[in-house]
Nanobody, 124 residues
Framework: VQLQASGGGLVQAGGSLRLSCAAS????????MGWFRQAPGKEREFVAA????????YYADSVRGRFTISRNAALATLYLQMNDLKPEDTAVYYC??????????????????WGQGTQVTVSS
């Protein structure tokens, strides 16, 4: 499985961005998918995850209410809608797929496939 993330960019605080992650096969049916981010000098952290069916979603406390994760199984694409962005959201964002559908959604070690990352920069 290959994942290709896109949609990052430079935005002012309070603005919005929509990240996309295209998969090389129909992972929408078989895999839990998630978004992680890594800021300079910091460890990679969990942002959001979505179940195989898309009916269940999970968020880090820092983004809950501002970010929305979704998936389109037919297009094999994962999305992250980011609203009310803050300077502390600045990071490289990575999409990931967990082929064994672990319930430990926040644990990056549970994910088997990773995209290359897309830079999000939020100016104050």
């Amino acid at each position: 499985v290959q994942l290709q993330a896109s949609g990052g960019g430079l935005v002012q605080a309070g603005g919005s961005l929509r990240l996309s992650c295209a998969a090389s096969k129909r992972t929408g049916v078989n895999y839990v998918m998630g978004w992680f981010r890594q800021a300079p000098g910091k460890e990679r952290e969990f942002v959001a995850a979505i179940s195989r069916s898309g009916r269940s979603t999970y968020y880090a406390d820092s983004v809950r209410g501002r970010f929305t994760i979704s998936r389109n199984a037919a297009l094999a694409t994962l999305y992250l809608q980011m609203n009310d962005l803050k300077p502390e959201d600045t990071a490289v964002y990575y999409c990931a797929a967990d082929r064994y559908s672990s319930t430990q959604y926040e644990n990056s070690a549970e994910y088997d496939y990773w995209g290359q990352g897309t830079q999000v920069t939020v100016s104050s």
